[in-house]
């Protein structure tokens, strides 16, 4: 009996006197785990938590807002018009950049043709009567857009990552047209179908140039960009008649805009989960 009690006592006490003496081994299993620990893993239970890092790649969104002025043949037609931009980018480590873009334009310069398309519906005073026998209330616009794919690039400046040059080439489809509105829906000679013939709907393949500066720190709030930007489209009249000549446009167009664009990044950052480990 004394036998079996010493012999259960040994082993009781032994792990206490085992890890309550310090020693090469308890000293070189805590050096381990504080090294394990600062890197990240340890033997033992475990949490996950979340922490930063930046991916090689990275979706990169914008939106802008640009000031063009018509050159070309569309300088018949338009003056000066403004466009809000939106673009979706995949950016890869190297600063290249690929994706797509929406510009819709629009204005209220009109020049040239576009202030003569009522002329001859026109009375001596230069009004045009309504259903009701009155002076019809209207006014022409500028509309359009831009749609397109585009590849670009973004070029350090210097030794500070965040100063960029930023250059983009788009090809896409542009469209634009004489938009005509009347207050009180009344002026059913110049609504409807009837405003086919007069608003020029012209559209055709164009490629857009953008050359500017870009500041794109990481995981910064203040992400921008302006540059100066160019299209260049090869349109047609797309409608059958216009009710003013009286002839159809059938003429290869050479449409061209010259203008400043700025807007503003919206980076989209992959975030990496690591396991912590700690050893108690």
Excluded at 17 to 40: C, D, L, N, V, W
Excluded at 46 to 60: A, G, P, R
Excluded at 170 to 176: I, M
Excluded at 198 to 227: E, H, M
């Amino acid at each position: 009996m004394n036998n079996k009690i010493l012999v259960i006592f040994f082993f009781t006490l032994l792990p206490l006197i085992t890890f309550s003496q310090p020693g090469k081994g308890r000293g070189k299993h805590r050096k381990q785990r504080e090294q394990y620990i600062q890197t990240g893993y340890a033997s033992g239970d475990s949490t996950t938590v979340k922490k930063k890092f930046l991916h090689s790649n990275i979706l990169l969104f914008s939106g802008g807002i640009g000031e063009d002025y018509a050159l070309c043949d569309l300088s018949e037609r338009f003056g000066f018009n403004t466009n809000l931009n939106l673009s979706f980018h995949y950016y890869t480590h190297k600063g290249f950049l690929f994706g797509l873009e929406f510009n819709y334009i629009f204005g209220r310069d009109l020049r040239g043709e576009s202030l003569h398309l009522f002329d001859h519906i026109k009375t001596a005073n230069g009004q045009i009567i309504n259903m009701y026998g009155e002076y019809s209330q209207y006014y022409l616009a500028e509309r359009g857009f831009f749609a397109g794919l585009k590849t670009g690039y973004l070029r350090k400046i210097g030794k500070n990552k965040a100063h960029k040059i930023f250059s983009t080439l788009s090809a896409g489809f542009l469209q634009h047209k004489i938009f005509i509105s009347v207050d009180g829906n009344n002026t059913p000679q110049i609504q409807g179908e009837y405003a086919k013939g007069y608003d020029r709907l012209t559209n055709g393949w164009a490629s857009k140039l953008f050359v500017g500066y870009a500041y794109l720190p990481v995981y910064s709030p203040i992400n921008f960009y302006a540059g100066l930007e160019f299209y260049y489209a090869h349109t047609y009249n797309r409608r059958a008649l216009n009710f003013d000549t009286g002839l159809q446009e059938t003429a290869p167009r050479n449409d061209c805009l010259i203008g400043i664009n700025a807007g503003w990044f919206i980076p989209i950052y992959k975030r990496d989960v690591k396991k912590y480990y700690y050893v108690y």
